[in-house]
């Protein structure tokens, strides 16, 4: 399959050995693009990039990714004009909120669907807080990986190699490969395609519940003097297979 833009890093995530290939891309999209609005190429100063995060803002977990980074300045800039249209767009939901009328319909409509706001100004909360800058590339850029993946595994056999001998997914990533599957292949591919995930899964789940078991028996005197093996670093890895994203990683931090 002909190479391009997304091929070359997809190959070199399965390459990694990770215990999930898309934490790994989505840790490298996410540093991409904390350069890419904090870094050196200033794009914080650009006025289509600004008016971006100053609509988007970002999620708690970004913020203190950007916080960490240690470019306060450009961290600064973004948030004075992303306040001033936060300010805006808030004047605006006031000028226009109406209080419903109280009633015990109402109270016991709400009682039944707690994740709905009640009110025009909870749903305006809502839909700010659910943009993120970063998180909108990184989502926009996993999908395209994902049809990039199934792309490979039709068309390059080396990419099937490397897929039937990694060290499976997250189980986030998983799911949306099992979901995903089941549109993107024939029949006979399926036939292939399943058997080999659900192995893959089941083996690598099985690899880390015994190497963090080991992690424990250590603990034992009669053991302190027996190798560690794998597991030693097997806390962190259980923790990405099962929710994902690399919980040992320090700060990502500029390099200024």
């Known amino acids: ?3 391009s833009i997304y ?5 070199d995530a399965f ?3 990770d215990e999930c290939p898309f934490c790994f891309l989505e840790r490298q ?9 904090l870094g050196s190429g200033a794009s914080y100063m650009e006025d289509d990039i600004r008016s971006q995060t100053d609509a988007a803002g970002f999620c708690r977990h970004h913020y203190k990714k950007l916080y960490d980074y240690g470019n306060r300045l450009g961290a600064a800039l973004i948030l004075s004009t992303h306040f001033h249209k936060l300010n805006a767009d808030l004047d605006t939901e006031i000028r226009k909120f109406t209080p419903g009328k109280s009633g015990l319909m109402k109270r016991l409509k709400k009682s039944r669907s707690e994740d709905t706001p009640a009110t025009s100004i ?7 807080t659910s943009r993120c800058y970063i998180c909108d590339h990184i989502r926009s850029d996993y999908e395209r990986y994902l049809d990039t993946f199934f792309e490979l595994y039709k068309k390059d ?7 039937e001998h990694s060290k499976g997914f997250c189980l986030t ?16 591919e399926k036939d292939a395609f399943y058997p080999a995930l659900f192995q893959l899964m089941q083996e690598n789940l099985k690899r880390l519940e015994e190497e963090v078991l080991w992690f424990t028996e250590k603990y034992d005197y009669r053991n302190r ?3 560690w093996g794998t597991s030693r670093d097997s806390i962190q890895r259980c923790m990405q297979k099962d929710r994902g994203g690399h919980p040992a990683d320090p700060p990502y931090e500029s390099d200024r």
């Open 122 to 128: 909870g749903q305006w909360v809502q839909n700010q």
């Open 29 to 37: 999209i996410e540093k991409h693009s904390i350069d890419f609005v």
């Open 157 to 163: 056999p080396s990419f099937k190699e490397l897929f």
């Open 7 to 11: 091929t070359i890093p997809l190959m």
């Open 225 to 227: 003097d027996k190798d």
């Open 15 to 17: 390459r990694s050995e």
């Open 1 to 3: 399959m002909k190479e």
């Open 173 to 188: 990533h998983f799911g949306d490969l099992t979901d995903l599957a089941d549109s993107k292949l024939g029949n006979k």
